[in-house]
């Protein structure tokens, strides 16, 4: 268990629908990282919050968002789905600002369109 | 041209040799490189980081980084079949605002046959 829980852990949903992904960083960590993984694309960084603050955003789509709350957890929205949406979505934590020293990933929430 | 390169392989090799995985960069401002480890269907489990250029060991594992070259590797002495598993390279550059999540190479999927 690397203490970053990401809930739930699988989702199957329908195209147009609206989804949120949850994630608690592990204990003090204050950085919230997204990312998603495909087969073809490999993980992509979507976005980061330090401290409940959005610090820096990736390859994140519009009809994507993310916050992160005062516990520090983070929550991450996908609405509008499509069928190339389908993926591993992956949160990571740290206790940095920055990405300099690595981060720890959680188990993935597995996402599929249909 | 991608920022990471790396083999996706399948890297078949049989146990107790030695494994060599590889990845090149374009980006002259990654300072720091980690190497990520991820069995299937789980979270990627960070392995070594090093920071600029230079060798780093630890246990079975040796992290190099030749920054002249943009390359960089990691060799697994003496394997086992519980390394199977998919490698993937990540860097980043110093923080500085902008985009500061992890870059990662798509990863390398080792086989270790018994």
């Known amino acids: 268990d690397s203490g970053v829980t990401q809930t739930p852990k699988h989702l199957i949903t329908a195209t147009g629908q609206r989804v949120t992904l949850r994630c608690s960083p592990r204990s003090g960590d204050l950085s919230v990282y997204w990312y998603q993984q495909s087969l073809d694309q490999g993980l992509q960084f979507l976005i980061q919050y330090y401290n409940g603050e959005e610090r820096a955003k990736g390859n994140i789509l519009e009809r994507f968002s993310a916050q992160q709350f005062p516990d520090l957890h983070s929550e991450l929205n996908l609405s509008s789905l499509e069928l190339g949406d389908s993926a591993l979505y992956f949160c990571?934590?740290?206790?940095?600002?920055?990405?300099?020293?690595?981060?720890?990933f959680g188990s993935g929430t597995r996402l599929t369109v249909v | 041209q991608k920022e990471v390169e790396q083999d996706p392989g399948p890297l078949s090799v049989p146990e107790g040799a030695i494994v060599s995985l590889n990845c090149t960069y374009s980006?002259?401002?990654?300072?720091?490189f980690m190497w990520y480890r991820q069995y299937s269907r789980k979270g990627p489990e960070l392995l070594m980081y090093t920071y600029s250029s230079g060798n780093k060991e630890d246990g079975r594992f040796t992290a190099q980084v030749d920054k002249s070259s943009k390359y960089i590797s990691l060799f697994i002495r003496d394997s086992q079949p519980s390394d199977s598993a998919t490698y993937l390279c990540?860097?980043?550059?110093?923080?500085?605002?902008?985009?500061?999540?992890?870059?990662f190479g798509k990863g390398t999927h080792l086989i270790i046959q018994p």
């Open positions: 990571a934590s740290s206790p940095r600002r920055g990405a300099s020293y690595g981060y720890t």
């Open positions: 980006n002259s401002a990654f300072q720091y």
């Open positions: 990540a860097m980043s550059a110093p923080s500085g605002g902008g985009a500061d999540g992890l870059t």
